[in-house]
């Protein structure tokens, strides 16, 4: 195991689409994410952080990411799958300044120092579990041998194998038993990589060849996701590194925060480093509502925008806005 020191620092990198049907969403995102970094006390503070956008990001966001001194690049779109998650590959492509990455989703707040994360992760890989598995053992059998790549066996890496955890998110026995059976799995929202590594490009790969395979099995249901996602492939090139030498650190819940874990008791909310809060946003609203203030009168046309693309996350905001409204609202 490589000697974990101190002074691992990263580049902070994240990944905004402007030109797809959830710009929008990401103009929010964006927004957030900015206004938390700002707020946010510790070493990764004064970290390289890079904004990539792909189409031209609105004015308020190019204002916040000036303000907090954030680098913003502007990128070509990589649409491999048709959630166009595949965007964030982009993240790969910035240059660093400390020979290591650490790529967040747009929709993620950094709450606090950084550095124990990295410190961590140290020269390994580092990665959050996936809440939960909606691919039976032959279907991640298949995808293994699509690639070309030995399959690791069942050992487990979901949270949801916890029934605990399971409940809070609704589901029953089933996706319990596939969460206990599945190779590792991880959740691509908060991703570390040393800058040499050949993570990226295996992902990038993997995806073009399983996504004809899976997106044409997608329902309608909860599962219909994960076929249209990027997630499968990380996985594949994460056990690929793996194998190859590479440490692969699973990150603990504080460092990849998601709601269902707060609702389930994993975690309290005073002990998160980076709160992946996808849609919801509405428990949190105390502390968002400092947040809110940060950002300025550029989030005040957000909610509108959000309306006029007749985007489901819309509800969320409008819910949001109303509460922080109320005088005395801690959450």
């Known amino acids: 195991m490589p000697l974990i020191r101190s002074h691992v620092r990263a580049d902070v990198v994240t990944v905004l689409d402007f030109l797809g049907p959830a710009a929008p969403r990401f103009e929010i995102h964006a927004l957030l994410f900015l206004a938390a970094w700002r707020r946010h006390e510790g070493a990764s503070r004064v970290w390289p952080l890079h904004v990539v956008c792909i189409g031209s990001p609105p004015g308020s966001v190019l204002r916040l990411a000036q303000a907090v001194g954030a680098h913003v690049v502007a990128a070509a779109p990589l649409v491999v799958n048709a959630a166009r998650t595949s965007n964030k590959l982009r993240a790969f492509e910035v240059p660093t300044a400390t020979g290591r990455r650490l790529v967040l989703d747009a929709d993620t707040l950094v709450l606090k120092d950084l550095a124990p994360l990295m410190q961590h992760v140290g020269d390994g890989l580092g990665l959050g579990a996936a809440t939960c598995n909606h691919f ?12 070309g790549v030995p399959y690791p066996g069942p050992i487990g890496t979901c949270w949801c194998q916890d029934p605990v955890v399971a409940a809070a998110r609704g589901l029953g026995a089933p996706q319990i038993a596939w969460s206990r059976a599945t190779p590792p799995y991880f959740n691509s929202g908060v991703v570390a990589a040393p800058a040499a590594s050949g993570l990226a490009e ?26 249209r996602g990027d997630e499968h492939a990380l996985a594949i090139a994460a056990e690929v ?62 909610p509108a925008a959000l309306r006029a693309a007749h985007d489901g996350f819309y509800r969320t905001v409008a819910a949001l806005h109303e ?9």
Do not use: N
């Not at 509460?323 to 005395?328: D, F, L, Q, S, T």
């Open 136 to 147: 039976p053992e032959p279907v991640w059998r298949e995808m293994y041998d699509a690639v």
């Open 202 to 227: 295996r992902w990038w790969a993997y995806l073009e060849r399983l996504v004809p395979r899976l997106e044409p099995r997608a329902g309608h249901d909860d599962a219909a996701g994960a076929y």
């Open 241 to 302: 590194e793996r194998s190859a030498g590479t440490p692969v650190r699973l990150l603990p819940a504080a460092f990849h925060a998601r709601p269902v874990l707060l609702r389930a008791g994993v975690l309290r909310w005073e002990e998160v480093t980076i709160f992946h809060y996808h849609r919801a946003l509405k428990p949190f609203a105390g502390s968002l509502e400092d947040l809110t203030r940060l950002v300025g009168d550029g989030f005040a046309a957000v």
């Open 323 to 331: 509460e922080i409204a109320r005088p005395g609202l801690h959450g």
